[in-house]
């Protein structure tokens, strides 16, 4: 190429602008508000689908929570939340129990991505579940003789973690004899917490969200025979209270 014909000579050319002037006098005498209003209803809504979201929740089990109405009447706070689970999950007899534990267990090692396939080879004969034991938010422990293992579940909504509480519940978990590769730590928050900062750092744990474990709840809960309908509506409170 010449020097005549150098290509860079083109970036000294001006380049045209755009004159808005003509459509904005256009639209100064055409309003096209009432056209677009008259046009719009004239475009097909796709026909609403229950069927998809029935099956993403599993409303097709008359005994989901999503069937009854929340308690709307106060906002609770962590403490009521946790220390409801564990009421519930404490109440009945020793059958009722012992499924309400292993339905809980079993969402959150879900939730954790452990498989669940363990929890029902490990086949426990009792449970225990508390709250806030060594600072824990819940704590179920299921056992077979001298085995054990459980979840260990930290619970936020709004509040952020603090340095070191992760680590004590892991030690509390560990001194509590449980086999620690079968048992599940899990923080969960109305959003997934991220993998960095302290949750990064403490790498037994696994954030997850309230959606994600009430749902996996309610599917581990379906076969079991162990719910009753204020457990329902406590549940259905907790999603309520989340979201």
């Given at each position: ?6 290509w ?17 006098a ?12 008259r046009?719009?209803p004239?475009?097909p ?21 999503f ?9 609770f ?50 449970a ?43 030690l ?19 959003r ?29 809960m ?22």
């Amino acid at each position: 190429m010449s020097a005549a014909a150098d290509w860079r000579a083109a970036t000294r050319i001006a380049a045209p602008r755009y004159d808005a002037a003509a459509l904005t006098a256009w639209f100064a005498r055409v309003d096209p508000t009432p056209l677009i209003r008259r046009g719009l209803p004239m475009i097909p809504a796709p026909a609403w689908d229950r069927g998809a979201l029935s099956t993403l929740f599993g409303l097709d089990n008359a005994n989901h929570c999503f069937h009854v109405a929340p308690h709307t009447w106060a906002k609770f706070h962590e403490p009521q939340i946790t220390g409801g689970f564990v009421h519930f999950l404490n109440a009945g007899d020793h059958k009722q129990r012992l499924a309400r534990a292993i339905a809980f267990v079993k969402a959150a090692a879900t939730c954790a991505g452990k498989c669940p396939v363990d929890i029902d080879k490990f086949s426990a004969t009792s449970a225990r579940c508390v709250s806030e034991e060594n600072r824990t938010d819940i704590l179920v422990e299921l056992h077979r003789g001298e085995q054990r293992i459980g979840a260990s579940v930290e619970a936020k909504f709004g509040h952020a973690l603090t340095t070191g509480q992760l680590r004590k519940a892991l030690l509390h978990a560990r001194k509590s004899g449980w086999a620690m590769d079968r048992s599940v730590l899990l923080v969960v928050a109305p959003r997934p917490p991220g993998t960095g900062g302290l949750l990064g750092k403490n790498k037994s744990w696994r954030g997850t969200s309230w959606l994600a474990l009430m749902d996996e709840l309610e599917r581990s809960m379906r076969d079991m025979g162990c719910d009753d309908d204020e457990f329902r509506r406590f549940r259905r409170t907790v999603w309520h209270r989340a979201y």
